[in-house]
């Protein structure tokens, strides 16, 4: 499950390659080719800066050489393959002998992050340099992760050193308004939405959830209005509710919000099966949502009846909707409970 | 609809163990057990797991290991949960189990247990929900889970667990499908997925199915063959699989076959890869295709390989 994407480092400037044969700070240095085992490895000379950088790299390794040439050493290693995890361990181990300025270090990981931003060794070697660097770090942290999703505003591995950051180093001051600001640029983002529900949840600067949630809702449904096919600020409104059916069931801009999008006739999917988890629980609804069910439906068999009839109805719709996911629908209606008394 | 292009995969993943100096090989030479288990596990689907040189690849898997017991991605790597389990695995496609020091293997996975619960994935402290599950696989196949704390792993990988009732990477974190694949394939090897809503889980990864039939990771993300595996396997481990489009979801994967060259690609046209290519394949496995053995979700192996583990040799 390691990810199996490494960048090659061509371009961007490379200059000649001078052989680490002829560097003077390599000298004495005995290069070790790699040992895949039985089958011997075919000399052919795929890549000289390769090749030549792995095998000084495992002359270095295997002799434990703590020094300012195997600090370098690891930096034109991590050039070439980024993702061999052995080298960025040998390179902490150097930078702890040396003891390093590791202010330094940031800037070197921020380099390799330009080429090489969902690499995982790379985040796990900025976590260990940031924690040694202590709560001063944390703007820094913030900073770069903030420029890491200006290019990819879902990089997994981003936001997770970014949750990192907060409850070990600080900084929650900004961060909600931070997650109004990426969902501004791209209200889909789904990661901004979880990182709002982190930011609601475990800011010691909010509240908490009970305290935000009442805003929180108002947040969610003017996103739904925009943009009702957006799954993310459904499940973020049905997220606030977690545990909380009762509440959830009460809360009557949740049943509103859904009326307003079956009235449009558009992109109601969400909106439907939303209703269809209050029907669920033993929501009642008016005529008007009755009506506006009905009115989605293709063949006229008459007025929805009881609830169950209803709540089936909104299954057989969903399911003419979204076919792909008939069965699921079909399940759905299977689950419904019993029609109470009419 | 096309074809699995079976033997065309076999010549593919042949190919890739010999040239270990094409720039594949190279670049992957720290995870080359990963790449091991990848290939030689899609091979075993396929039926052709003995046109491999058993010996030559145990010898070699041993040599990988460490003085800790625990395994490195390559000879002269350092050790790591993530190629000790492919490491287990590989040798337990090999009914090899036994050439192990199980003891010594132990020892290494139940040190990486954190206070938490959780798992590190190396003495480097990285924690990640990706090494629960490598750690829980690696020792139940090991027959020696009783090794960690078992509860404390488990309520660990509950507090993973998201708003959406999926899992992340830590608590927090967005749900994400391989995140979610190995929280559920932890909980469901130690016999917890009660833990689960399968039903709200169930819905969440059957919406990862878009327009072209393929399956994505998370919300308005791109299809990939890889989700084809952790999406999938995560379903039947929750007994939802038949929540999805299961024709639609071959055709995808089927077009992301390079038919000519041998290969699987992420999505269709792309450059194929090892890691793509046994997902897909242990995808069709798990949709039935003919001609497949069959997969264990949680396992990540085929089922004769997980019955031989746990039942003994069978006399079929």
Same mark, same amino acid.
Request: with cysteine; net charge negative.
């Given at each position: 499950?390691?990810?199996?994407s490494?960048?090659?480092?061509?371009?961007?400037?490379?200059?000649?390659?001078?052989?680490?044969?002829?560097?003077?700070?390599?000298?004495?240095?005995?290069?070790?080719?790699?040992?895949?085992?039985?089958?011997?490895?075919?000399?052919?000379?795929?890549?000289?800066?390769?090749?030549?950088?792995?095998?000084?790299?495992r002359?270095?390794?295997s002799?434990?050489?703590?020094?300012?040439?195997?600090?370098?050493?690891?930096?034109?290693?991590?050039?070439?393959?980024p993702?061999?995890?052995?080298?960025?361990?040998?390179?902490?181990?150097?930078?702890?002998?040396?003891?390093?300025?590791?202010?330094?270090?940031?800037?070197?990981?921020?380099?390799?992050?330009?080429?090489?931003?969902?690499?995982?060794?790379?985040?796990?070697?900025?976590?260990?340099?940031?924690?040694?660097?202590?709560?001063?770090?944390?703007?820094?942290?913030?900073?770069?992760?903030?420029?890491?999703?200006?290019?990819?505003?879902?990089?997994?591995?981003?936001?997770?050193?970014?949750?990192?950051?907060?409850?070990?180093?600080?900084?929650?001051?900004?961060?909600?308004?931070?997650?109004?600001?990426?969902?501004?640029?791209?209200?889909?983002?789904?990661?901004?939405?979880?990182?709002?529900?982190?930011?609601?949840?475990?800011?010691?600067?909010?509240?908490?959830?009970?305290?935000?949630?009442?805003?929180?809702?108002?947040?969610?449904?003017?996103?739904?209005?925009?943009?009702p096919?957006?799954?993310?600020?459904w499940?973020?409104?049905?997220?606030?509710?977690?545990?909380?059916?009762?509440?959830?069931?009460?809360?009557?801009?949740?049943?509103?919000?859904?009326?307003?999008?079956l009235k449009?006739?558009?992109?109601?999917?969400?909106?439907?099966?939303?209703?269809?988890?209050l029907?669920?629980l033993?929501?009642?609804?008016?005529?008007?949502?009755?009506?506006?069910?009905?009115?989605?439906?293709t063949?006229?068999?008459?007025?929805?009846?009881?609830?169950?009839?209803?709540?089936?109805?909104?299954?057989?719709?969903?399911?003419?909707?979204?076919?792909?996911?008939?069965?699921?629908?079909?399940?759905?209606?299977?689950?419904?409970?019993?029609?109470?008394?009419? | 609809?096309?074809?699995?292009?079976?033997?065309?995969?076999v010549?593919?993943?042949?190919?890739?163990?010999?040239?270990?100096d094409?720039?594949?090989?190279?670049?992957?030479?720290?995870?080359?057990?990963?790449?091991?288990?990848?290939?030689?596990?899609?091979?075993?689907?396929? &039926?052709? =797991?003995?046109?491999? /040189?058993? @010996?030559?690849?145990?010898? %070699?898997?041993?040599?990988? *290991?460490?003085? #800790? +017991? $625990?395994?490195?991605?390559?000879?002269?790597?350092?050790?790591?949960?993530?190629?000790?389990?492919?490491?287990?695995?590989?040798?337990?496609?090999?009914?090899?189990?036994?050439?192990?020091?199980?003891?010594?293997?132990?020892?290494?996975?139940?040190?990486?247990?954190?206070?938490?619960?959780?798992?590190?994935?190396?003495?480097?402290?990285?924690?990640?929900?990706?090494?629960?599950?490598c750690?829980?696989?690696?020792?139940?196949?090991?027959?020696?889970?009783?090794?960690?704390?078992?509860?404390?792993?488990?309520?660990?990988?509950?507090?993973?667990?998201?708003?959406?009732?999926?899992?992340?990477?830590?608590?927090?974190?967005?749900?994400h499908?391989?995140?979610?694949?190995?929280?559920v394939?932890?909980?469901?090897?130690? &016999?917890? =997925?009660?833990?689960? /809503?399968? @039903?709200?889980?169930?819905? %969440?990864?059957?919406e990862? *199915?878009?327009? #072209? +039939? $393929?399956?994505?990771?998370?919300?308005?993300?791109?299809?990939?063959?890889?989700?084809?595996?952790?999406?999938?396997?995560?379903?039947?481990?929750i007994d939802?699989?038949h929540?999805?489009?299961?024709?639609?979801?071959?055709?995808?994967?089927?077009?992301c076959?390079?038919?000519?060259n041998?290969?699987?690609?992420?999505?269709?046209?792309?450059?194929?890869?090892?890691?793509?290519?046994?997902?897909?394949?242990a995808g069709?496995?798990?949709?039935?295709?003919?001609?497949l053995k069959?997969?264990?979700?949680?396992?990540?192996?085929?089922?004769?390989?997980?019955?031989?583990?746990?039942?003994?040799?069978?006399?079929?």
């Amino acid at each position: 499950m390691a990810s199996s994407s490494s960048s090659s480092s061509e371009g961007e400037g490379r200059r000649a390659w001078v052989p680490l044969a002829s560097r003077p700070e390599f000298a004495g240095v005995t290069p070790l080719p790699q040992d895949d085992g039985p089958s011997p490895v075919v000399a052919i000379a795929y890549r000289d800066d390769f090749r030549e950088t792995m095998d000084y790299f495992r002359s270095l390794y295997s002799s434990r050489e703590l020094s300012p040439r195997s600090l370098l050493l690891t930096s034109l290693a991590i050039s070439v393959n980024p993702a061999n995890y052995t080298v960025w361990h040998f390179r902490r181990q150097v930078l702890e002998a040396l003891g390093a300025d590791l202010t330094e270090e940031l800037e070197f990981t921020e380099g390799v992050a330009k080429r090489n931003a969902k690499n995982y060794q790379l985040w796990h070697h900025r976590r260990w340099v940031a924690e040694k660097l202590g709560p001063d770090a944390a703007s820094r942290e913030l900073e770069f992760t903030r420029k890491i999703f200006c290019l990819d505003a879902k990089n997994y591995h981003a936001w997770s050193h970014r949750q990192w950051v907060l409850q070990a180093l600080g900084g929650w001051e900004d961060e909600l308004d931070y997650c109004a600001q990426l969902l501004k640029e791209d209200v889909f983002n789904h990661s901004a939405w979880n990182q709002r529900y982190f930011v609601i949840t475990k800011s010691p600067s909010l509240g908490g959830l009970n305290a935000m949630r009442d805003s929180e809702v108002d947040y969610a449904i003017e996103a739904i209005h925009a943009n009702p096919e957006n799954e993310s600020p459904w499940r973020y409104l049905r997220g606030l509710y977690n545990d909380e059916n009762e509440a959830w069931l009460n809360d009557s801009r949740v049943h509103s919000a859904c009326l307003h999008v079956l009235k449009a006739k558009r992109n109601f999917k969400f909106a439907l099966s939303t209703l269809l988890d209050l029907l669920g629980l033993g929501f009642k609804p008016n005529q008007e949502i009755k009506d506006a069910i009905t009115s989605l439906r293709t063949s006229d068999s008459g007025e929805a009846g009881s609830d169950s009839d209803l709540a089936n109805s909104v299954c057989s719709i969903l399911g003419r909707e979204d076919p792909m996911r008939a069965n699921y629908w079909t399940w759905r209606s299977s689950k419904l409970p019993q029609a109470a008394e009419v | 609809m096309g074809e699995l292009a079976g033997d065309k995969h076999v010549k593919y993943i042949l190919s890739v163990e010999k040239k270990k100096d094409s720039f594949e090989s190279v670049v992957m030479e720290h995870l080359r057990l990963n790449g091991a288990y990848w290939g030689l596990t899609t091979l075993d689907l396929l &039926g052709k =797991l003995d046109t491999v /040189d058993s @010996d030559e690849v145990v010898s %070699w898997i041993l040599q990988c *290991q460490h003085e #800790s +017991g $625990g395994f490195g991605g390559n000879i002269g790597h350092d050790p790591h949960l993530l190629y000790t389990l492919s490491a287990v695995q590989v040798l337990a496609l090999f009914d090899k189990l036994d050439v192990l020091d199980i003891n010594k293997v132990t020892d290494y996975i139940r040190a990486l247990q954190n206070e938490d619960g959780s798992f590190s994935g190396d003495i480097w402290g990285e924690v990640d929900t990706r090494f629960s599950y490598c750690a829980i696989c690696c020792l139940a196949i090991l027959k020696r889970l009783d090794s960690i704390n078992v509860e404390k792993a488990v309520r660990y990988i509950v507090s993973c667990k998201t708003l959406d009732g999926g899992f992340g990477c830590t608590p927090g974190a967005e749900s994400h499908a391989g995140q979610i694949f190995c929280c559920v394939g932890a909980l469901a090897i130690t &016999g917890s =997925l009660h833990h689960i /809503d399968k @039903d709200l889980l169930g819905w %969440w990864l059957c919406e990862r *199915q878009v327009k #072209s +039939g $393929g399956l994505n990771g998370r919300p308005e993300k791109l299809a990939d063959v890889c989700y084809s595996w952790w999406v999938l396997s995560s379903l039947i481990m929750i007994d939802r699989v038949h929540w999805i489009d299961k024709e639609k979801l071959i055709k995808f994967i089927l077009d992301c076959q390079d038919t000519e060259n041998g290969g699987i690609s992420d999505r269709p046209d792309d450059a194929v890869d090892i890691f793509h290519t046994y997902f897909g394949v242990a995808g069709l496995s798990l949709l039935e295709y003919p001609g497949l053995k069959a997969t264990d979700p949680a396992y990540a192996l085929p089922v004769d390989v997980v019955n031989r583990i746990f039942f003994g040799r069978c006399s079929t």
